[in-house]
Each structure stands twice: as structure tokens, then as C-alpha cells.
């Protein structure tokens, strides 16, 4: 049977419709008298003498009652007339045509059933006649000659009587192998598809590719039985055939044999026609020789026949010259991985047919092939010596050349191409990582994508032209293989930068760059490069906003990147500098006959000229240096100023200069004493240490001081404090690094007696805090080696002392050390300068002979500075710096040892405040008396609890000049607090008695 199914049509195509018996037909059998009976109803047809009908009937009668038994069984057409003797079967478009026609020998009105109706179209046509000339009359009267005389009359009754009752459904088509036997149905063909004016036709088309070469058709009646087959066709190319001819041409002019190979049933036929390029141009011998015409191509054939089929063969004959030998140009590949099947071809030139002969030697297997391209498996690594040689009508030649035979990984594997994106109309580099053995061939293929699209680099830089997602590909090759790979390439525009743009550039300022893009598609990356003019001075911002750097001339660039790709905008610019401004001065005042160092705070941009101008109340008396170092002369406000000039401009700021004497600056301590405030200070002019008392109980008037101690520069960081009824001092002498002690001779200190040094050993810094301690005069104070000391004396009066104690001795401790009696024993508040920490420390003894480990009461920020320490209702306190905050605080212990502290809290946290701190109990309260650091007052504030949980409004005390510094105090008996100050511009101590005991209300000093 066909592999693919037949395309079946009578009269042009469709599918056979399903077999039905012919109508009057009933099944498988009939009775010879039921056919008579039918033959006496039959009815003259319209123009028949019903005489000659009658007649003929009659003899329709006898012929069946001769020839058929009184049972007859239907069957299909059969006997050597009934045999189909015209197929053929003839090439059409995209298909083959099987043709035949239709043999029922009786069936005169073609209806598939030989019957008495058959008698009709005989009496119709009887008497008609073939016409040598003419033919016959009708085009049906051929199919009613049933015995084939040449005239439709009585003798015709017989063949219809012989077949009568044959039935012929349609055909069933069959092929085979070979046409002696052996066929099967792949189809069949319904009557009813059969058409034609005569003798019915049949038409079926067939697919040009077909399983089996030979073909036949065989009548079948209504049950599928078959009857008479036909004659057999083969089918073109398959049952006739030329497998093979040669040679196909030769030199012009030469003599050769051509000899074809074919297939096919013999006997077979031969037409040779050599389209005029040969001599003879036609032969019907199996093997002509031929004598080949003048140079050039004909079209040539080979027609077959045999007794099934013709077949026509074309080729080409060629006439040539040695031009149309083959030429060997090269073989690929060049070699492959062992183990591997690698297909060779050869490139060559020359007329075909070609033959091959290809030699690998031991590079694999096949070791020979003579295909054009063989396919071999390659053997073990190596380099091979291998040939092919190539041959056609005209020639031949031979090609060496060599096979490299590698391991796995030798032949190349690309493994990453990048990038995948790029810009259009930019230039782009591209980079492929290959695997494998080197040297490589690369051919990268851009398509729409670039200009030119192809490129041989193995980095090539591409100029992009493309827009979208574009396919491109690479192949890279060795000598043991090759690989492709594809890939898809996103194009599209890459940024334009138009400007960038900024406004006015001073150093130390904030400005904000900004670039205008006139193309590209974001999102946007960007990347400025100041070139050191601003900080910071690379940033990755869209808008960065940078603080300019020294002013000069600068270059810069800014990036801006996208998706597929990136640009690059230098600028230039220049950072002018700031205009100088003077915003203070410092100092301002001094004494008179003292040398000062002036500084000011200004601002601006380097370079600076100075030109200070102190309006003759310094010697010398101007100076262009920065900080310059002058000595005041005779006291009085003077009119100064200091002029700063850079290349931007320049700025004066005048002030006043106060010159003044020196009372209370290095050291001013109060106490009460006999009843009545007394005051001792250091006199910084004659370097004296000075005592004086007031002249009633409040202090309204004052006597004249009495000097304590005139040796040498003495006085500073002095401590007053009544020992055992008399007053007594404690004090330092920088220049000998040494600890002094002096007490009145009288309970008035109208005179004193010889000072006395508790510790002689140098180098003590100050810092000193005297009392009395367990009936016996102490004092604390900063070491030589900045720790924090301790001494007492070994009597009453403080007439002879005991030897130093370190309380605390680690780096620089012991800075603004306050001491107090707390619960009987000594304590003292100090400020940690290493750690910048508040610390507190109390004796384990009421002498302070042993002291315990300090703790820390405050450690955040740099705290602890201008500390004092007081009992306030039982409790110790300190009031202290926060310098970082630049706010006044206090810290409260738990209990009255002071061994356990609450944390701290902030009293005054606006400005810079907590300078020269006293804290005092005023009424069971703590009160604090400093300096307002920014206004340079000297200020008051009073809680409203023990615990300084709640406090009263600051209270300024003394405002005029710069005051508040070195700032001691009392209470007095009467409950109200009374303090003294320094006025740093007149130099003079000042005593100051609240009106009221929380200290609410000051009068004028």
C-alpha cells in the first residue's frame, strides 16, 4: 500500500463516494423469470418501432433463457473483453494522472449493471453504423457495439445476454513492486465518479511520491469482489529509471563513450539526444560513442521505454577545455575534538559531476570516503597529513592538507559577550571571553545594529547606528571547531549634556551644580569631578550642592549616564574668596603697665594684612601683626581698632580698650570674719596678696586693705577661711611652684603674721580650697604633677604642717578642685582634664589622712569645669560647666556621704553660661552665683527646693563692664546672700549684698 494517502477524482479530484448497488439491483441474486418478466414490461422507447422492439426483446428472451440458468448471482465484469486496456498514467502539475475507461461489456446505457434495461439504448441506436470517414453517429454507439462489428443490430443481443447481470460498482486502484503480481488496493473509485459523452471516463490524481512503481485497476461489484483487472503502467523514475550516466562531457572536439545505468523491466528502448553538442547528435544504441561539437553547455537527454513506462532523463553536455578541471581551493574544517564527528567539505571549482577521493590516514574513521563530504570520527589527538583529490570529465587535482585532531576544551566555546546595550551613534568597544586553544578567527555580525554591521576584531569598536533590540551574532573558530553564538543588542540614546550650570562661586560657601540635558532617555547616574575646588569633591548626586574650596581657577567634569551609555562635560570655573569681616576682639581691657597678647575672631579667606590701631593706650601703639603683644599704659578708655585686609576687601571693627588696675584678677575669695565680710585678692600689678574688711556688719563700707604677702608674685588662687578665730589664707607662688599659708595676728586681720608653705616640693599649679578640717586648718588644691593634693596642718592654727596627700593622681586631674566638710569628713569636687569628666572624691577618716576612689558624677561632653562643691540641707551638691553645652548644671547626691549621686541636671542652658561658679545654701536651697560667659555679667539664680529640682529666675547682678569673674561669696547672718566680683575693664574688686534672702533683688555694687 502508499505511504500517503491517493488524492482520488472522477472528472477532476475529491474523495470516491461510499459503493451502492446500481439502481433495480438488489443484492447477490436474481431469477431468470423475474428478468423476463421485467424484460415483457419493458416499454418501447419514444422513436422505436415497437415492431423492432418486440423483436428484439424476443431475442433478448431466447439468448437469456440460452444462456442463463433459472438462478443467476450478480459478479463483477470479467473475461478478457471486460479488461481495462487504455490505463495510463501521465505526469501533471505537482501530481500524476491515472486515467482509464470504463469496460462493463452489455452495460449499454452505462449504469454498472448489465440488465434489460440495457436493451433501451440499443434499440435507440439499432442499425447505426461506424464511418471510416466519419466514425460512428454517436459517441455512445462505440460502448453499444457490445460484439464490436461496427453495427449496433441483432447480433448485439448476444454479448448483452452473455454479461448480463455483471456488476461493475467501480475499481479498485492497486500497486506493486513489480508488474508480474504481488498488487494490493490502496483505493478505490466509485462509478459515479466516471464522466464522458461515450464511453465513461475515469481520472484520478495521484501524489508525485509514491511507495510502489507499478500500477492497476481491477472492476469490483457492489459487494467488493473483484472481477477483470487492467493492463499495468509503471510509474516514471521508479519502474524506469537511470541511475547513474557518465561521462557528462570532455574536451571539445574528443571522442567519448556515454554509458548509463539504468532500472527498469526489459526490454528497455534507448533515445539518445545530445541538444547539438555532438556528432551524432541523436543514437537510440544503449552506449554511443559520440564525437563532443565546439565548446560550451547542451541540454541533453536519455529517453527509456519499456512495455510500462517512458522516462526521459535530461543532463547536461559539456563541450569543455582544461578550464572546467576541477581547482582545489581549500578544506574545511581544519581539524576538530578527538571523539567527535566532524563533517569535511572541500571548496573547488570545475564542471560536475565531480568524483571524490579523500585520504585521512589515521586522523579518523573512515580512513578513505568518496563523498563530497564525508563525515569522520576523529581519532587521537594530533597533527595528521591528509589529501582528497577530485576528478570530473576534464581533469583532476589534489589538495594535502592537515588535520588537527585536540582534547575536549580545545575547540572554542564563547562564553560571555559584553556589553549587551550601547548608544547610538556612539563608538562602543565589545569583548567576547572564549574558551579553548588560540589562535581564533572571529566574525561578529551586527545586522542593523552598526556601521559597518561586520567586523573581524576580536574587541572590535563599533560605531552604533541601530535604535531597539537588535540580533547580532558572533562566530569564533580554530583549527579544532567553531561556535556561534547569538545575541540580542539593546541600542538607544545615550545622554547630551547641553551646559552645567551654577551661580556666583565663593570659597566656603554653598552652591549648587546643575547639568541641562538636551537628550538621552533616564534614568540618569551621575558623577561630578570638581578638580579640587569644592567639597565634597566627587559626588554621585543629580544637583549636588557643594561648599567651594580655596579660591582659584579649577577644572571639572560631570558624567551622566543611562541605560546605554554615558557622557562626559568638562567646565571651568573659578572660586572667588570672602571679603574679610572682624567680629571680635579679645582682650579688651587690662591693667595698666600689663602686657597683653590681642587676638580677634574674623573671618574671611586667607591672605590677610592687620592693622591694629590701639588709640595710644598700649605701647607700641599699632601693629600689623596678627596677634601682637603690647603693654598697656595708664588707665582710661581708649579708642581702638583693628583694620583685616585681603585681595576681596577689607573690614574695620573699632572698640574700646579699658585699661585698668589689676584687684581680684588670679585670685578674690570672701568669707565672714569677726562678724563683719572680709575679702582677700591678688593685686596682678604688684604681684601682692591683699586683705580687707568691711567697716560694719553688711559690708556698705570698707577699710584699707592691708597687705598679707609682698615676696615675690604672690596671691593667686587665694582661699579665705577663719582658723581658730582668726583669719587665714591659703594661696600659690607661681614663680617658686609653691603652697602657701598665712594667718592674722588678730581676730580682724588688721595684721598677719609670716606666711608658711604647707608644701614646698614646686610646681604646684593652684586650684586651692582652705577649711577647716576636724579643729585643724586643710587645704586641697592641684599638685605639681596635676594631681589632686591634700594637706593638713599638724596643728590648731596652722602654724606647722603634715606632708601632702595625692588624693587622685592619674594625668591631669585636680583642675578647679572645691572642697567641703561632708558628714564630717573631708570631700572634694574636681575636674578630670584628661577624661574632661566631673568627679567627686571624700576621705575614708574625718582628717582626710586616707581617701577613697573618686566617682564619676558627670561624663558627658566636656563637663566639670568651674565646679563648687557645698552641703545644701545635709546633702552635697556641685554646680559645674557643661562646656559642651555651654550650660550651667547641678548634681545632687543620694545621701550625705555623697557616696551615691543622682543624675545631673541643667540649671541655665541658654548662651554660654556657668563661668566662676559659687554655690552657697541660701535658706535650705542651693544658690549659685557665675558668670553669663556671653554677656560677661555676672549673674544669680536660686532653686526653689533642697533638691534644685525647681528654680527662680536668673537674676543678673552686675552688668556694667566685664564682670562676674573670680566670683566668691557668703551668707550672711541675716540670711541673705552676698557675693564678690571682678570688673575685668576697671580692674576692681566689687561686694554685692541681696536685697532679700533668696537673692532675687541686687543693688548697684
Known amino acids: 500500500m502508499l505511504s500517503l494517502a491517493w488524492l482520488l477524482s472522477g472528472c477532476g479530484g475529491g474523495r470516491r463516494p461510499a459503493m451502492v448497488a446500481p439502481a433495480g439491483h438488489a443484492g447477490t441474486a436474481a431469477d431468470l423469470t423475474g428478468a423476463l418478466v421485467q424484460l415483457d414490461a419493458l416499454p418501447t422507447p419514444a422513436g422505436v418501432d415497437e415492431e423492432l422492439f418486440a423483436r428484439l426483446k424476443s431475442a433478448l428472451r431466447e439468448a437469456l433463457r440460452e444462456e442463463k440458468s433459472p438462478r443467476m448471482v450478480a459478479s463483477p465484469p470479467s473475461g478478457p473483453s471486460n479488461e481495462v486496456d487504455d490505463l495510463s498514467l501521465v505526469e501533471g502539475v505537482g501530481n500524476w494522472v491515472l486515467s482509464w ?11 454498472g449493471i448489465v440488465n434489460v434495461s440495457d436493451l433501451t439504448p440499443l434499440a435507440v441506436h439499432f442499425l447505426e453504423a461506424k464511418s471510416e470517414e466519419t466514425g460512428w453517429p454517436s459517441a455512445v454507439d462505440e460502448v453499444i457495439d457490445g460484439d464490436g462489428n461496427g453495427v449496433i443490430n441483432i447480433a448485439d443481443i448476444t454479448p448483452l445476454a452473455a454479461n448480463f447481470f455483471h456488476d461493475c460498482a467501480g475499481y479498485s486502484l492497486q500497486s506493486s513492486t513489480t508488474p508480474a503480481g504481488g498488487f494490493s488496493e490502496f483505493d478505490q473509485v466509485d462509478l459515479r465518479t466516471a464522466t464522458g459523452e461515450g464511453r465513461l471516463r475515469f481520472e484520478v490524481l495521484l501524489p508525485v511520491i509514491v511507495d510502489n512503481p507499478y500500477l492497476r485497476v481491477v472492476a469490483i461489484d457492489a459487494q467488493g469482489m473483484p472481477g477483470a483487472d487492467s493492463n499495468v503502467r509503471g510509474v516514471p523514475g521508479m519502474a524506469l529509471t537511470v541511475v547513474s550516466l557518465s561521462p557528462r562531457g570532455g574536451l571539445a572536439g574528443t571522442q567519448v563513450q556515454l554509458t548509463a545505468v539504468v532500472e527498469g523491466v526489459e526490454p528497455i528502448a534507448y533515445q539518445w539526444d545530445f541538444g547539438g553538442g555532438a556528432e551524432p547528435n541523436t543514437s537510440t544504441e544503449e552506449s554511443p560513442i559520440i564525437t563532443l561539437g565546439a565548446e560550451g553547455t547542451y541540454d541533453a537527454s536519455l529517453t527509456l521505454s519499456n512495455d510500462y513506462c517512458d522516462y526521459t532523463y535530461g543532463f547536461t553536455l ?42 585521512f590516514g589515521d586522523a579518523g574513521d573512515p580512513q578513505t570516503a568518496d563523498v563530497a563530504s564525508p563525515l569522520i570520527e576523529l581519532g587521537s589527538p594530533g597533527s595528521y597529513d591528509c589529501s582528497v583529490s577530485v576528478i570530473n570529465d576534464f581533469g583532476s587535482d589534489s589538495y594535502d592538507f592537515t588535520v588537527e585532531v585536540g582534547t575536549i576544551g580545545s575547540a572554542p566555546r564563547i562564553t560571555n559577550i559584553s556589553p549587551l546595550k550601547g548608544a547610538t551613534g556612539h563608538d562602543q568597544q565589545f569583548v567576547a571571553t572564549v574558551e579553548g586553544n588560540p589562535p581564533f578567527t572571529y566574525l561578529w555580525d551586527f545586522g542593523a545594529a552598526a556601521d559597518p554591521p561586520t567586523y573581524t576584531e576580536a574587541s572590535p569598536t563599533v560605531h552604533l547606528i541601530g535604535s531597539g533590540e537588535c540580533q547580532c551574532s558572533l562566530t569564533v573558530d580554530n583549527v579544532y571547531g567553531s561556535d556561534t553564538r547569538e545575541f540580542t543588542l539593546d541600542v538607544g540614546p545615550a545622554p547630551v549634556i547641553e551646559s552645567v550650570n551654577y551661580g556666583e562661586l565663593v570659597t566656603e560657601q554653598d552652591v549648587t551644580f546643575s547639568v541641562t540635558l538636551s537628550g538621552g532617555e533616564g534614568p540618569f547616574a551621575y558623577s561630578w569631578n570638581f578638580g579640587g575646588g569644592a567639597f565634597p569633591n566627587i559626588t554621585s548626586e543629580e544637583s549636588p550642592t557643594v561648599t567651594m574650596g580655596l579660591p582659584g581657577q579649577y577644572d571639572g567634569s560631570v558624567t551622566v549616564v543611562n541605560y546605554y551609555g554615558q557622557e562626559s562635560f568638562p567646565f571651568s570655573y573659578e572660586v572667588l574668596g570672602i571679603p574679610p569681616t572682624v567680629i571680635s576682639i579679645d582682650p579688651t581691657y587690662g591693667g595698666n603697665g600689663e602686657e597683653v597678647v590681642f587676638g580677634a575672631s574674623y573671618a574671611g579667606t586667607e591672605p590677610f594684612t592687620f592693622a591694629w590701631d590701639f588709640g595710644g593706650g598700649a605701647d607700641p601703639d599699632s601693629s600689623s601683626e596678627e596677634m601682637p603683644t603690647v603693654t598697656l599704659g595708664l588707665g582710661g578708655i581708649y579708642s581702638a581698632s583693628l583694620t583685616l585686609t585681603n585681595d576681596w576687601g577689607s573690614d574695620t571693627l573699632d572698640f574700646d580698650l579699658r585699661v585698668g588696675g589689676n584687684m581680684g584678677n588670679g585670685g578674690l575669695s570672701l568669707a565672714m570674719v569677726n562678724g563683719r565680710p572680709a575679702a582677700a585678692y591678688y593685686d596682678s600689678t604688684d604681684g601682692d596678696l591683699l586683705y580687707c574688711r568691711a567697716n560694719d556688719e553688711w559690708g556698705n563700707t570698707w577699710s584699707t586693705p592691708v597687705t598679707i604677702d609682698a615676696t615675690g608674685d604672690v596671691g593667686q588662687y587665694v582661699s579665705l577661711c577663719v582658723v581658730s578665730g582668726n583669719p587665714a589664707v591659703s594661696y600659690i607662688e607661681p614663680a617658686l611652684g609653691v603652697l602657701k599659708y598665712a594667718r592674722a595676728a588678730d581676730a580682724d586681720g588688721s595684721s598677719w603674721g609670716t606666711p608658711v608653705t604647707p608644701d614646698n616640693t614646686g610646681g604646684v599649679a ?94 558627658i561632653g566636656d563637663t566639670g569645669k568651674y565646679c563648687s562643691l557645698a552641703v545644701v540641707s ?59 560667659m556671653t554677656a560677661s555679667d555676672l549673674a544669680y539664680i536660686h532653686a526653689k527646693d533642697a533638691q534644685g529640682s525647681d528654680w527662680d529666675s536668673v537674676v543678673l547682678v552686675d552688668t556694667p563692664g566685664n564682670t562676674g569673674q573670680f566670683t566668691s561669696g557668703v551668707v550672711m547672718l541675716d540670711g541673705r546672700p552676698a557675693l564678690t566680683t571682678v570688673e575685668m575693664f576697671a580692674g576692681e574688686v566689687r561686694y554685692l549684698l541681696a536685697n532679700d534672702a533668696a537673692g532675687s533683688d541686687w543693688p548697684q555694687p
Open 318 to 359: 559539456t563541450a569543455g577545455t582544461v578550464a572546467n578541471a576541477p581547482q582545489i581551493n581549500s578544506v574545511s574544517p581544519s581539524g576538530g575534538i578527538a571523539g567527535q564527528s566532524v563533517r569535511f567539505s572541500v571548496d573547488v571549482t570545475g564542471t560536475p559531476p565531480l568524483e571524490y577521493s579523500w585520504d
Open 874 to 932: 545635709g546633702i552635697p551638691c556641685v554646680a559645674f560647666q557643661n562646656s559642651s553645652m555651654g550650660s550651667l548644671e547641678l548634681v545632687v547626691a543620694q545621701n550625705a556621704d555623697g557616696s551615691v549621686w543622682n543624675t545631673s541636671s541643667t540649671v541655665v542652658g541658654s548662651g554660654m553660661v556657668g563661668g566662676y561658679i559659687k554655690l552657697l545654701e541660701v535658706g535650705g536651697c542651693p544658690g549659685i552665683a557665675f558668670e553669663d
Open 766 to 859: 593652684g586650684y586651692t580650697t582652705l577649711l577647716v578640717v576636724d579643729g585643724q586648718p586643710a587645704i586641697s588644691y592641684q599638685g605639681g604633677s596635676l594631681d589632686l593634693m591634700y594637706v593638713r596642718a599638724t596643728d590648731t592654727t596652722g602654724g606647722s604642717w603634715g606632708s601632702g596627700v595625692v588624693v587622685y593622681g592619674t594625668d591631669d586631674v585636680g583642675e578647679y578642685a572645691s572642697m567641703a566638710v561632708v558628714n564630717g569628713a573631708p570631700a572634694i569636687a574636681f575636674y578630670d582634664a584628661t577624661n574632661k569628666d566631673l568627679l567627686y572624691v571624700r576621705a575614708l577618716d574625718s582628717t582626710g589622712s586616707t581617701w577613697g576612689s573618686p566617682l564619676s558624677l558627670s561624663t
Open 101 to 111: 475507461s470504463y469496460r462493463n461489456v452489455g452495460d449499454y446505457n452505462q449504469d
